[in-house]
């Protein structure tokens, strides 16, 4: 029976060899009608060129015939040959056009269908996070009656991407974060001021009950939140982070009147529950982490801050993340071409020696490559030659 790491290797490996790979293949597909697309650019332009030179070629006809003739009788009908060839070739011209342009839309359409498969293989293949982060972060804005949530994750070697998060799918951010559902009753001190009979400060409060959440951040130890209240527009900022067993917590608060730091502000920071705001900072950071599963579509993927899909990139992204991968499934890798690699029950049995190299197949050219960068340099020395 084979350990979790040996199994999860394995699933790793037919993850790159389909969904990465086609991913590759849709991207190169996409490339190849992108050259099919400007050639049959070329043939319309050509064909209109050749159209518009007949009405040349009938007015040299005719000017031939009137030099050699003379006959004045025949300006008439000469006028009146070229207005009826020239509006007819003008009705033929947007036929032509119209007909020509057909083929164009279909490759066209057939680039976008390309394109489409290859950024959802890749949104399939990295939904699941298979490359460690050097850093993530969630963000998540309230607009126009819902949570727009945001995930991205920093890799090596500059990789970078992006997916949508399904905000929906979590209870918690399916209606809009009001402060009394979070934590109801809590109150903050915002301003302070010196009595008259008394030298100890007086306070003003603002109950959190009257905010909604507008937006939250989160990277690694750090969380940041902003609570707004809707009428008066006036804000509380939290910044909280966590390090080593030490909990960190930062409060600003805006209005038209002031802004101040609860937290830098003696009288404020010492009335100030900081217990029940590091309970409500550790029910977002909670929530939030949980989001980060719900990927709903990936919108950008980077490397080396060049967008992989339009700018045709998807094959350096795949040897990329092969290097990167590559440490963790060469000996795996090595073991199944070997024939050697035990299977359990609950495995995929189809990952083996002809799966392997019939997928290598499919990469032409790049499968040496491929193979180099996968640790089995000779394995694709037994592939027929062409």
Same mark, same amino acid.
């Given at each position: ?192 001021? /010196? ?5 100890? +400060? =007086?306070? %003003?409060? !603002? ?8 937006? *939250? &951040? ?116 090595? /073991? ?5 690699? +035990? =299977?359990? %029950?609950? !495995? ?8 392997? *190299? &019939? ?24 592939f027929p030659k062409t």
């Amino acid at each position: 029976m084979q350990d979790n790491s040996n199994s999860d290797s394995r699933r790793l490996l037919k993850q790159i060899f389909t969904e990465l790979e086609e991913s590759v293949l849709n991207a190169d597909r996409a490339s190849d009608c992108k050259v099919e697309l400007q050639d049959l650019l070329s043939r319309k332009e050509g064909h209109i060129k050749r159209e518009r030179r007949i009405l040349d070629d009938v007015k040299g006809v005719l000017d031939e015939y009137v030099k050699e003739e003379n006959f004045d009788e025949f300006k008439t009908y000469h006028e009146a040959i070229l207005s009826y060839v020239g509006s007819s070739l003008d009705t033929y011209e947007v036929a032509l056009s119209e007909f020509l342009s057909k083929d164009l839309s279909a490759k066209e359409e057939e680039i976008k269908s390309y394109q489409t498969k290859s950024v959802r293989s890749l949104e399939t293949f990295l939904s699941r996070d298979p490359i460690e982060s050097i850093e993530t972060e969630v963000n998540i804005k309230y607009l126009e009656g819902g949570y727009e949530a945001r995930y991205r994750s920093v890799c090596q070697k500059e990789v970078e991407y992006e997916f949508i998060l399904n905000a929906s799918e979590v209870e918690f951010f399916r209606t809009r974060l009001e402060g009394n559902t979070l934590m109801k009753g809590l109150k903050l001190p915002v301003r302070y001021a /010196k009595a008259w009979v008394s030298k100890d +400060p =007086v306070l %003003d409060y !603002e109950k959190l009950d009257d905010y909604y959440m507008s937006q *939250a &951040s989160i990277s690694d130890n750090q969380l940041f939140v902003t609570f707004v209240n809707e009428e008066t527009g006036s804000e509380f900022k939290f910044h909280s982070s966590v390090s080593d067993g030490a909990v960190f917590l930062e409060v600003d608060y805006k209005d038209s009147l002031q802004s101040v730091s609860l937290t830098t502000q003696p009288a404020l920071n010492s009335n100030l529950n900081r217990d029940a705001v590091n309970d409500l900072m550790n029910q977002i950071r909670t929530a939030l982490w949980y989001l980060k599963d719900h990927k709903l579509r990936l919108v950008k993927i980077l490397l080396r801050n060049v967008d992989v899909v339009s700018n045709l990139k998807v094959s350096d992204l795949f040897y990329t993340i092969l290097e990167i991968l590559s440490p963790r499934l060469s000996t795996e890798l090595t /073991k199944v071409i070997a024939e050697d690699a +035990p =299977v359990s %029950d609950d !495995e995929d049995k189809t990952l083996n020696r002809e799966f392997i *190299a &019939s997928r290598l197949d499919l990469l032409g050219e790049r499968a040496q490559t491929v193979s180099a960068i996968l640790g089995i340099s000779g394995f694709t020395d037994s592939f027929p030659k062409t």
